[in-house]
Structure formats: structure tokens, C-alpha cells
Nanobody
Framework: QEQLVESGGGFVQAGGSLRLSCAAS????????MAWYRQAPGKQRELVAS???????NYADAVKGRFTISRDNAKNTLYLQMNSLKPEDTAVYYC???????WGQGTQVTVSS
């Protein structure tokens, strides 16, 4: 089994917070840089944040200072803490590696103005 299962999305007002989780199979999670992506309506999927196996992080400019990516290697779980949410953050959020071609179902984040 190779899977990625995202959860934690929801409907929030601007300025609110959400914490997304991604449960990954060990074969995907182990040794891999993991990342959060998002796809907003009418737009292509974009990279939001990434984290290496040892915790080195990178963020898209649009979320820098507001989002925090983290991982729990013992649990094979990836997290995305999202604070100060904006309507522009509305999207389906996906977790994945930087190379894997297969995608899970994602989790919907909707931020109202």
C-alpha cells in the first residue's frame, strides 16, 4: 500500500487557523522530502511548503510567516499549521513528495472574507 491521506480542512473566516494532517505510508514518507501543495479554483497546483527528512523547510512567499510545515517521522505524518488565513488560501490542499506522480484526494480549505 502506498497512500497519502489528507485531513483537517474546513471552512474558516479570514484570520482564522487550521491544522492539516497527512498520513503517509512508510514507503512514501521514509527518506523523502515531503511537501504541501494546493490547487485553487481555476489555477494549477502549486507548491506551498516543503520539509526534508531532517526538518529543513521552505515556503512559498505567499504563505511565509503564516504557515508552518512539520513532520513526525515516527508517525509518518506531515502537518501544516495555517494561521492568519486569507480568502486567497482557499484551495484543495494535497501532501506529496517532490517527485511522486500520484496524488491523494486532498482536503478542502475554504476561507471566507
Amino acid at each position: 500500500q502506498e497512500q497519502l491521506v489528507e485531513s483537517g480542512g474546513g471552512f474558516v473566516q479570514a484570520g482564522g487557523s487550521l491544522r492539516l494532517s497527512c498520513a503517509a505510508s512508510e514507503t512514501i514518507f521514509r527518506f523523502n522530502t515531503m511537501a504541501w501543495y494546493r490547487q485553487a479554483p481555476g489555477k494549477q497546483r502549486e507548491l506551498v511548503a516543503s520539509i526534508t527528512g531532517l526538518g529543513r523547510t521552505n515556503y512559498a512567499d505567499a504563505v511565509k510567516g503564516r504557515f508552518t510545515i512539520s513532520r513526525d517521522n515516527a508517525k509518518n505524518t506531515l502537518y501544516l499549521q495555517m494561521n492568519s488565513l486569507k480568502p486567497e488560501d482557499t484551495a484543495v490542499y494535497y501532501c506529496n513528495t517532490l517527485w511522486r506522480a500520484y496524488w491523494g484526494q486532498g482536503t478542502q480549505v475554504t476561507v471566507s472574507s
